[in-house]
Structures are given as structure tokens and as C-alpha cells.
């Protein structure tokens, strides 16, 4: 048995999954916020109910929303800001008495995915979160590739590629949490999406709204998908310009829009060198479960316990 956790910003949630991917026990519970001791204790809480439940001892990784530094060996880059800089593998594996694997969540959903999701039977998956923020991982051969840095994948933090001169203005106007100007992020997330549609129109409203609008023929909610479908395209082919994926897979809020994988495939065509692409953009099989099932994957099977 293997069990993943995926650890949110809002709650976080265990899963146990057999030896052949199939659940047998999933609960979640509300993440203890800016408060690292309890967080840990919450992780160690439901794993003990996870086996309770099932009567089986199992492996366990966890998705972060930040990675662990190759160098120091503790969490960076998390927006759950209370776990930077505390050695999360280390405190829990000491709590379970096991080794214990973390990666990415973003990390977790090409693992997800790429095992028996939209990516399966690929030897190369690109996964993206398109939610509240927006970041991607990379699976290769089932697995995740995390890099010397520990930053492989983090596609949100380069800049928006081939700007026009109202993205550059854009650009300026709001600044990424990270401290740079002009990333994938703050164009092609949900929250992006949002903002430009209020640039546009001067209204504020959510993005599930602003797909509403776009369904009544609201020409203003509709520009503002226009826009995003060509940011969203134009950031995906420089993707394949570097890593020529064998699939490409969605996740997140935003990957809900259904139009974005009839519209995305034929505008990446005209930024990817020579002009031909047929990778696949797919939306992920198994939505918002993907990150807590790819978390349980970071085991393979010949290394789970």
C-alpha cells in the first residue's frame, strides 16, 4: 500500500491507494495555518488514520506547495509560508519512523497523471496547475524529474514569452509574489484571468462569472478568454520548444474551460519553430485528486513498503 498527502495552503488530505491504484481510503482535514508543529502533526494524525482504516502499513509522499532545496535540505519557495526553511522530510519521517518522499505538487500531478492518467504510456509529461496561481511539473518515465535546484518545472516563473506592448504595460502593473515582473503566472492563473477581464471591463468578478458572461455572449468576458487562450498558447510553445513533450495536461480551476483544448492546440502552432505541433493538450483524468495520488506515487512500486 502506498499513501500520499496533499498539503494545501486550506486543508490537507490523505489518500491510500493498493499496489494497483485503487483508493482505499481518503480524508482530509483543515491545514493548520502558519503553524509548522501542528501542520506536522496533522500530516503524522492522518497517516495513522489511513492505516487504522485499512489494516496495512504503506509508504508515504507528500506535495508541497513549494519543493526541498538539494542544498539545505529544508522547504523553499512555498506560499504556505510557515514551512520555508524547516526540514519538512526530515521532522516527518522522524514522526513516522519511515522514510518519507516530498515533491512539488505541481510535481505530483505529472507523476499522477503520467501513471495512469492522461499522460499514461507517455515517457515524457508536462502537467500544469491552472488555478488560483500557476506552476507545472515534469514526469519522466512515471517519475518526477526535480532537478539539481530542485526548480524543474517551475514554468510560472519565466517570463510571458512574446509580448505585446499591452502585456508589457500589463507587466508593470502587477508584480509576481516571487519578486520578478511579467511571469506565466501572473497572465495565464485563474487569478490572472480575473484581472485582465477587470482591466477590460472595470467590473470585478470571479472567474467561473467571467465563463458565465462568456456563455451569454458577453463580448467583453469573451475578449478576455481570447486573451488569455493566446497567453496560455504562446507560454505552452515555448514548452515544446524546449522539452518537445509527448503530452501536455491540465490541471487546476481554469482547465475546467473545455474550449481551451480545441483553441490552445491550434494557436500554439504559430510560436513553435517550424510551425507544426500535434502535442497532445489534455485535460487531467483525475482532476483534483491528481496531486494527493500523484503524492502516493512517488514510491514506485518495486520501492514502496
Known sequence: MRIGIDLGGTKIEVIALSDQGHELFRHRVNTPRDDYTATVQAMVDL???AEEKTGQRGSVG??????????????????????????????????????????NDANCLAVSEAIDGAGAGQSLVFAVIIGTGSGAGVAIN????????????????????WMDEDEL?????VPCYCGQQGCIETF???????IDYQRLSGQQRKGNEIVELIAQQDPVAELAMSRYETRLAKSLAQVVNLLDPDVIVLGGGMS????????VPTLMKQWVFGRECETPVRKAMHGDSSGVRGAAWLWPLQSAE
Open 169 to 173: 504595460r500589463y507587466r508593470a502593473e
Open 256 to 263: 475546467n474551460n473545455d474550449r481551451l483544448y480545441h483553441t
Open 188 to 194: 495565464v492563473s485563474g487569478t490572472g484571468f480575473a
Open 142 to 161: 512515471g517519475a518526477a524529474r526535480i532537478g539539481g535546484n530542485g526548480n524543474a518545472g517551475e514554468w510560472g516563473h519565466n517570463p510571458l514569452p
Open 47 to 49: 497517516v495513522t488514520l
Open 62 to 103: 507528500v506535495g508541497i506547495p513549494g519543493s526541498l532545496s538539494p542544498y539545505t535540505h529544508r522547504v523553499k519557495n512555498a506560499n504556505s509560508t510557515w514551512l520555508n526553511g524547516q526540514p519538512l522530510d526530515k521532522d516527518l519521517a522522524q514522526a513516522l519512523n519511515r522514510d518519507v518522499r516530498i515533491a
